[in-house]
């Protein structure tokens, strides 16, 4: 189990240095682009590549907001952050979402300007390449950002890339718009402008919103939540379960869970069962991080009983004394203290020569029996029952309805250890 946990935090560990990585792979490949429509701009006076080099300067903010976030991810939880700093990179994103949301206003109004102007374009074919080529780096750059972002589960990066995506289309309106110009063509610059605007902007406000969310410990999608419960639910051992909670933390998600089990499991047990839980969820859903799970003891009000008996008679079969080789057991259901049903069945194993005891245990767990009634009990057999969490009581009666009777009215001995050495 240590084991376990010291390679899981390796992996997370493993994952924050891919995210940094990234992070400064964009800030460089946004500075370049920045350089280059600067310049392309100022040689060619075109004023649309101009703003395009300062939307990319802007690209540069939010990229080094995810780089310092993930850098700081990385620190390792204390007394003062007991959870870690996983939320630096939410705040981050946020920072993000409100640069980017930013951006689109403004390029919103500033279509809304272009309409009624009419750009003059020197050296096009320059101002044409360098547009070409940045939409083209800049839809690179986004693949690349979305690829590890799943990869991590990084919102910063997720939110990165679909602003690099963002940085295609604003590419694009740029090549149009210098192409345009150079045919005198009014209005269209602004109008796609305003489109593309209009595009960038919902990135911008659904990334705050998940940002904003993120910070407020929103829960994460409801299927998520429905397959955490169905995996603790398929847990042997679970009764049931109740006030499980998830919170996204940065790239990571932290959960809590209450779980039933029955109350005469010992502590190793209870112990076992939720060791179990946490492996399975951390196993099949890779970016929970901590999963806390809270043991509460559980009675049922309904059980199925299994009695050895001699004949099948329904409830006036006499009891029997053996377990592993008694002919029939029968098979009670119960509920609220009330009979529901019964049916026997034989014995299959009562003739075998070795193990009879054990491969009967197998048997009536096949028959879903959380409740056995006997006389005696082998170690081996006493041991593999209560693994399983069936519980045990000693036969008082001398036939079925009388040791029924008794157990309702709760006057059976539970046995907490095997009445002989062998079955």
Request: aromatic share 10%; no cysteine.
């Amino acid at each position: 189990m240590a084991l376990e946990e010291e390679a899981d935090g390796m992996n997370k560990e493993t994952d924050l240095k891919m995210g940094v990585k990234a992070s400064l792979i964009s800030i460089s490949i946004s500075l370049f682009l920045a350089l280059a429509k600067g310049i392309a701009g100022f040689l060619s006076g075109s004023l649309v590549l101009i703003s395009d080099a300062l939307e990319s300067a802007s690209d540069i903010i939010s990229g080094l907001a995810s780089f310092f976030s993930l850098k700081l991810s990385q620190r390792k939880p204390n007394e003062k952050f007991p959870y870690g700093y996983y939320k630096a990179e939410n705040i981050s994103a946020l920072f993000i979402s409100i640069i980017i949301t930013y951006g689109a206003i403004k390029l919103l109004f500033d279509g809304y300007q272009r309409i009624f102007a009419l750009a003059t374009i020197q050296h096009p074919i320059i101002s044409l390449t360098v547009a070409a080529s940045s939409g083209l780096v800049a839809f690179v750059n986004s693949a690349y950002l979305k690829r590890v972002s799943k990869e991590i589960n990084s919102q910063s990066l997720d939110i990165m890339s679909k602003d690099r995506l963002k940085d295609v289309f604003v590419s694009f309106i740029v090549f149009i718009t210098i192409l345009l110009s150079n045919y005198k063509i009014p209005y269209i610059e602004g109008l796609i402008t305003i489109i593309i605007s209009m595009i960038v902007l919902k990135f911008g406000l659904f990334s705050l919103r998940d940002s904003i969310f993120a910070l407020m410990d929103v829960s994460p999608d409801k299927i998520l939540v429905k397959n955490i419960e169905k995996q603790i639910k398929l847990t042997p051992g679970v009764e049931s379960l109740n006030n499980l909670k998830l919170r996204r933390s940065g790239p990571f998600i932290f959960g809590e869970v209450s779980i039933k089990i029955k109350k005469f499991a010992n502590v190793n047990k209870a112990h076992e069962i939720a060791d179990q839980i946490e492996r399975k969820v951390k196993k099949r859903f890779k970016d929970v991080n901590s999963f806390t799970i809270h043991i509460e003891p559980y009675e049922s009000l309904k059980h199925k009983v299994a009695i050895p008996i001699k004949k099948p008679k329904g409830l006036d079969s006499v009891v029997v004394e053996h377990f592993g080789r008694a002919d029939y057991f029968l098979f009670v259901e119960t509920e609220r203290k009330s009979i529901r049903r019964f049916y026997s069945k034989p014995n299959p194993n009562k003739s075998k020569s070795v193990r009879a005891g054990l491969s009967t245990v197998h048997f009536l767990l096949k028959e879903k029996v959380d409740i056995l009634i006997t006389k005696e009990i082998g170690e081996i057999s006493f041991h593999s029952m209560r693994d399983n969490l069936i519980d045990i009581y000693k036969i008082k009666g001398r036939t079925a309805k009388e040791v029924i009777d008794n157990f309702l009215k709760n006057k059976l001995e539970r046995l907490t250890k095997q009445t002989r050495k062998k079955d």
